[in-house]
């Protein structure tokens, strides 16, 4: 019979990581899943009680292809391919909890990717629209929200355009480290409250380790103000190029 780690059972001296556990011995995903929260994100800075009881219960790995699922709790991204990732737990949990999604706000994700980030959203109460240009994932997310009994909107767009023409949002997640926010995005962020939540790379050199910075933005009149939060890196989000801002 497979040996079941259980918490009481890790020595105290290391910091495990749920990717090393699981190939070492046989566990399962929600024990990796519970490991992921209490060894990556409770103790660095994730404290929101919303975002850490979501990714307790959002199974990671449903949103993955089986020959990555065994990825779904490491502490790094996953390629997804076509110059798309999964963001590592830790990078997603601190971004979410930056965004600070209440119940019932209307928020959009984009460069939704696999869906696993709109996912968690959604279990925060929030009523989410997920935008991607990649048919074959959303597909993908479409199937995985449906067996987990989540209402998530998909749409097929570009990213860099947002979804303009629509009732403007509460809130807006680029998931993925970018070189500048687009103006665009100003005018589709509700006045007065809307924000926007994602990576802007402080170095972005062609086969360089990219380094970034979480920001939050908020609509200033048909501009924005951003405000850096933390140092964060995670992968270029494909599509996104430097383009003129408004900002202030």
Same mark, same amino acid.
């Given at each position: 019979?497979?040996?079941?780690?259980?918490?009481?059972?890790?020595?105290?001296?290391?910091? #495990?990581?749920?990717?090393?556990?699981?190939?070492?011995?046989? !566990?399962?995903?929600?024990?990796? @899943?519970?490991?992921?929260?209490?060894?990556?994100?409770?103790?660095?800075?994730?404290?929101?009680?919303?975002?850490?009881?979501?990714?307790?219960?959002?199974?990671?790995?449903?949103?993955?292809?089986?020959?990555?699922?065994?990825?779904?709790?490491?502490?790094?991204?996953?390629?997804? /391919?076509?110059?798309?990732?999964?963001?590592?737990?830790?990078?997603?949990? @601190?971004?979410?909890?930056?965004?600070?999604?209440?119940?019932?706000?209307? !928020?959009?994700?984009?460069?939704? /990717?696999? /869906?696993?980030?709109?996912?968690?959203?959604?279990?925060?109460?929030?009523?989410?629209?997920?935008?991607?240009?990649?048919?074959?994932?959303?597909? %993908? $997310?479409?199937?995985?929200?449906?067996?987990?009994?989540?209402?998530?909107? &998909?749409?097929? /767009?570009?990213?860099?355009?947002?979804?303009?023409?629509?009732? $403007? #949002?509460?809130?807006?997640? !680029?998931?993925?480290?970018?070189?500048?926010?687009?103006? %665009?995005?100003?005018?589709?962020?509700?006045?007065?409250?809307?924000?926007?939540?994602?990576?802007?790379?402080?170095?972005?050199?062609?086969?360089?380790?990219?380094?970034?910075?979480?920001? !939050?933005?908020?609509?200033?009149?048909? &501009?924005?103000?951003?405000?850096?939060?933390?140092?964060?890196?995670?992968?270029?989000?494909?599509?996104?190029?430097?383009?003129?801002?408004?900002?202030?």
């Amino acid at each position: 019979m497979a040996q079941v780690i259980r918490p009481a059972m890790l020595p105290r001296t290391k910091a #495990w990581n749920a990717v090393d556990m699981m190939a070492s011995t046989a !566990i399962s995903f929600a024990t990796a @899943r519970q490991f992921m929260v209490d060894s990556q994100l409770r103790p660095t800075k994730v404290t929101s009680a919303a975002v850490l009881d979501a990714m307790r219960r959002i199974p990671r790995e449903r949103f993955l292809p089986a020959a990555t699922a065994s990825l779904a709790y490491a502490d790094q991204d996953v390629d997804l /391919g076509q110059g798309q990732f999964l963001m590592a737990p830790l990078a997603f949990a @601190r971004l979410a909890q930056l965004l600070a999604p209440v119940e019932g706000e209307r !928020i959009l994700v984009v460069g939704s /990717g696999c /869906g696993y980030g709109a996912a968690v959203l959604a279990a925060c109460g929030a009523r989410v629209t997920a935008l991607d240009s990649n048919e074959a994932l959303q597909s %993908a $997310a479409r199937a995985a929200y449906q067996g987990l009994g989540l209402t998530v909107a &998909s749409q097929i /767009g570009n990213p860099v355009e947002g979804l303009p023409g629509v009732q $403007a #949002w509460d809130a807006i997640l !680029i998931e993925g480290m970018i070189p500048a926010i687009p103006a %665009a995005f100003a005018t589709q962020l509700r006045p007065g409250q809307g924000r926007l939540v994602t990576v802007r790379a402080s170095r972005l050199v062609p086969g360089a380790l990219p380094t970034g910075v979480a920001v !939050i933005a908020e609509r200033q009149g048909e &501009s924005l103000t951003v405000t850096p939060a933390f140092d964060c890196t995670t992968s270029p989000l494909a599509g996104f190029a430097p383009e003129p801002v408004f900002e202030f």
